[in-house]
């Protein structure tokens, strides 16, 4: 089916890493497989032209089925006045059964409003033996499945308008400066905004143990030069500014030549550098000094490590994490690995979760920066999008949830209330049906009936 | 006593309660089905007692947030959610023999939280895209949707199992619901797991909108977990349409748990931005 093809095809672009470097690609994957890759635009496959064409056959199938259905379903809803079809009741299986001292006419006058009060729609009809009692209620729950499809539908059509109307684009810029213009991603191209976002100030704050804490940046919009709005925005709390958001995306420091005052230039510390290793199973720490390019053993046998290059601005999940050394760890008889050792962030390398953590010990180069000291001014990275699908996307979001609550968990249900005149006593049995939950549903018959002879005298 | 200590106590009460069920199972003995559900009802109690000392804490700490923010704390919640949806079975369907294939798996799920070394129990301070009140919405929703498909699971197994069995000659099958409730029961879970999964998914793109800057970028998170909600559509469908029952749609309902367990776990293997180390 077109729901599990669009599944399993999926699967291939959770495991392929999506949109990186070719010259990652070729080398992970060799001459024959990138060529053919590409063709088949797998390093972009949600984007690519079969993957899009398989989502129009998703919603041309929805619409299809939902149409050739809906016209039946649509006569059931809308019908002026539902009709009951006795036979078919008093085929059902599962009767509850009683009787009571009282004529059906009686019994009706103290039934129908308990009924009516319950399920809102009654009917009472005469019979050969006596009357019958009809209600129901829901009916019109037959359409929760077709809000569900139209939800589907909206998203699809959501996502259609976001990826033909809106864009994506970052921007850095520099304390103090203001920007009128951002490049689009993936396209590269330069778009102007018809405002200018300042960056008034960059912050960010890290927690004792080194993990960050907050990117905060303070913005003010202008137009035509003058402030209109001013806002601080952090991680998960973007500004919104006439159809744009602007969010925090990354940030880092500028270089040197664009600070005026004289610092210690940041430089490759050509010296020394003193690793920690701290062996996962025994919990013993080792200090070792070494140089980039030397190779030391790291006791207990936990294999060699290697830092081969120093780098001023590492990047980390597209965040730029300032200072680091990249290394390579060879384990005893294993792979070796790349290992990334920011040195702001003693604690990095835990999230490999390898036999060994790897720390840098302080060195004597610039600190992490909470609130830029004089001398260090930074840049804030934003990302801006813009996206007039997200409001149908939303509606989506909403019409669907309701749609499955109504799909699930309510059913039209129908019951009958036949009463049988007897010679002394009247027979009064009670049946019922749902186009859903049909368990369920005679578990309420069940409590129907037993209301119900609780209505009746001499029951 | 630290929620650590009342987690890892919890973890024997699911422990005890899973034996208590089993126990009643095989051996047929009422009081011990009904001590198995006091002992779950006792573990659930120090389940979530435990989650609220842990928030309590977190705050002590200077660093207060929801306990929801990484594997450890999920797992635990899993657990909580997972006994208290089948205490609610329990008392409906008025059998206990299921809370032998239910309560196994909130034990094991606690287990792995307190003993596997890749996962730690320490309160770590929110990363700045945690930082969010999407993240209780979105962790409760989702887990209350896994916790279902994790009882669906069982109530499958038990299904194939009855099935086997049509002459009703085991004595240790003639126990379990009728067939058609297991059935229905299947059905009954799978239905509230992919609307809870459903509000997972969206309450996760609305938040992603705002850190992330787009409802939907194709991490490998959000793709599995499409692809479970994309499984479990399936069933519904051929449930609902094509009139499938039994041991097709108990199968698929295993098939769908695999894809959940892998939206939970294995994606973490994979590149991706949810890759946190969390869940």
Request: proline share 5%; aromatic share 14%.
């Amino acid at each position: 089916m077109l729901l599990l093809s669009i599944a399993l095809t999926s699967i291939v672009g959770t495991i392929i890493p999506q949109n990186q470097n070719p010259a990652d690609y070729f080398r992970a994957y060799g001459d024959f497989l990138y060529r053919l890759f590409n063709v088949l635009d797998i390093f972009d496959m949600y984007h690519s032209w079969w993957f899009q064409f398989m989502l129009v056959l998703l919603t041309m199938n929805i619409l299809v089925c939902s149409i050739d259905r809906l016209s039946a379903t649509w006569k059931i809803v809308f019908a002026k006045n539902p009709s009951f079809n006795l036979s078919r009741f008093r085929n059902l299986s599962q009767k509850e059964t009683f009787s009571g001292n009282q004529p059906p006419n009686e019994l009706k006058k103290s039934y129908e409003p308990f009924i009516s009060k319950r399920f809102g729609y009654t009917k009472v009809e005469e019979t050969e033996k006596g009357l019958c009692i009809f209600a129901e209620k829901w009916r019109w729950t037959r359409l929760g499945v077709y809000t569900v499809h139209l939800s589907v539908i909206l998203l699809l059509l959501g996502g259609l308008i976001g990826s033909i109307f809106g864009f994506k684009g970052y921007v850095n810029i520099p304390e103090g400066e203001a920007v009128n213009r951002i490049r689009t991603m993936p396209s590269g191209k330069i778009r102007p905004l018809g405002f200018e976002i300042k960056c008034n100030s960059f912050n960010v704050s890290f927690y004792a143990n080194g993990a960050p804490k907050e990117y905060r940046s303070s913005l003010t919009i202008l137009e035509k030069g003058h402030p209109v709005y001013k806002k601080d925005i952090i991680v998960n709390d973007p500004l919104r500014y006439k159809g744009y958001s602007i969010f925090q995306s990354s940030y880092g420091k500028m270089p040197a030549t664009a600070t005026p005052e004289k610092k210690p230039a940041v430089q490759k510390p050509s010296g020394k550098i003193t690793l920690d290793f701290v062996s996962q199973q025994s919990g013993k720490s080792y200090r070792i000094q070494t140089v980039v390019g030397k190779p030391v053993e790291i006791p207990e046998g936990l294999g060699k490590f290697m830092v081969v290059a120093y780098k001023k601005k590492a990047e980390f999940v597209g965040q730029n994490i300032g200072e680091a050394y990249e290394g390579i760890l060879t384990p005893k008889g294993g792979k070796p690995v790349d290992v990334l050792l920011p040195l702001r962030f003693p604690s990095f390398d835990r999230m490999r979760k390898g036999k060994v953590v790897i720390s840098v010990v302080n060195q004597t180069t610039e600190r992490s920066n909470p609130g830029s000291p004089a001398g260090v001014r930074y840049y804030t990275g934003l990302q801006v999008t813009k996206d007039p699908g997200v409001l149908v996307v939303y509606t989506g979001f909403i019409v669907i949830i309701i749609g499955c609550f109504i799909t699930f968990f309510m059913s039209h249900q129908r019951v009958c209330v036949e009463i049988i005149k007897g010679k002394t006593k009247s027979k009064v049995i009670v049946t019922g049906t749902a186009n859903k939950n049909k368990m369920g549903m005679q578990q309420k018959v069940k409590k129907l009936s037993d209301k119900l002879a609780d209505l009746t005298p001499g029951s | 006593m630290t929620s650590s200590n009342l987690l890892s106590i919890t973890t024997f009460i699911y422990g005890a309660a899973a034996v208590f069920y089993l126990a009643h199972w095989i051996f047929k003995k009422e009081l011990l089905g009904r001590l198995g559900t006091w002992t779950a009802l006792i573990g659930a109690a120090g389940n979530i007692g435990g989650l609220i000392m842990r928030w309590v804490e977190s705050y002590q700490m200077g660093i207060g947030h929801a306990p929801l923010s990484n594997m450890y704390e999920s797992l635990v919640f899993f657990a909580g959610t997972l006994v208290i949806i089948y205490l609610i079975i329990e008392r409906k369907t008025r059998n206990s023999i299921i809370g032998a294939f239910a309560t196994p798996i909130a034990f094991l799920a606690m287990a792995y939280a307190s003993m596997s070394p890749n996962i730690s129990d320490r309160i770590e301070p929110l990363i700045p895209a945690l930082k969010s009140n999407w993240l209780i919405a979105h962790v409760i929703t989702c887990f209350l949707g896994y916790s279902a498909f994790a009882i669906a699971f069982g109530i499958s197994i038990m299904y194939l199992a009855k099935q086997r069995d049509v002459q009703g000659t085991s004595n240790l099958l003639s126990r379990f619901p009728k067939a058609q409730v297991l059935d229905e029961l299947n059905h009954q879970m799978i239905m509230f797991g992919f609307l809870f999964l459903s509000i997972g998914i969206i309450s996760g793109a609305v938040w992603a909108n705002s850190a992330w800057g787009s409802y939907w970028s194709w991490d490998p998170k959000e793709t599995w977990s499409l692809i479970t909600w994309f499984i479990y559509a399936t069933v519904l469908h051929a449930r609902m349409m094509r009139g499938w029952y039994g041991k097709r749609i108990a199968y698929l309902s295993i098939f769908g748990f695999m894809a959940v367990l892998f939206t939970y776990f294995g994606v973490n293997l994979l590149p991706g931005l949810h890759s946190y180390g969390s869940f």
